[in-house]
Nanobody, 126 residues
Framework: QVQLVESGGGLVQAGGSLRLSCAAS????????MGWFRQAPGKEREFVAA????????NYADSVKGRFTISRDNAKNTVDLRMNSLKPEDTAVYYC???????????????????WGQGTQVTVSS
């Protein structure tokens, strides 16, 4: 069983920055691919960013490319999402997810992930 706990959400003005953090339990964290997804009201949960188990490979949704950066610290069992130049359309609940047996280096589909955090709200005001 893997537990994921997100933190760092909040209210920010458009153009501002936030950093989300996800703390994971489990001794095999360095073998997990990790991802961030988000869900806005009335919309489906969508892929935001993902990182390979080693941290050497990343992937981003087109909507956040160049503004968001995903990183991980395998010594601390954490994965972060640095969000810059935030826009009102980035408003959503953000979820951390773990793919404990990754079949691809950087999974981007919801179904590939096995464990999810409870989510953290990010609100960007215009």
């Amino acid at each position: 069983q893997v537990q994921l706990v997100e933190s760092g959400g909040g209210l920010v003005q458009a153009g501002g920055s936030l950093r989300l953090s996800c703390a994971a339990s489990g001794r095999a964290f360095s073998s997990y691919a990790m991802g961030w997804f988000r869900q806005a009201p009335g919309k489906e949960r969508e892929f935001v960013a993902a990182i390979s188990s080693s941290g050497g490979f990343t992937n981003y949704a087109d909507s956040v490319k160049g503004r968001f950066t995903i990183s991980r610290d395998n010594a601390k069992n954490t994965v972060d999402l640095r969000m810059n130049s935030l826009k009102p359309e980035d408003t959503a609940v953000y979820y951390c997810a773990a793919d404990v047996y990754p079949l691809v280096i950087v999974p981007t589909r919801r179904l590939e992930y096995d464990y999810w955090g409870q989510g953290t709200q990010v609100t960007v005001s215009s």
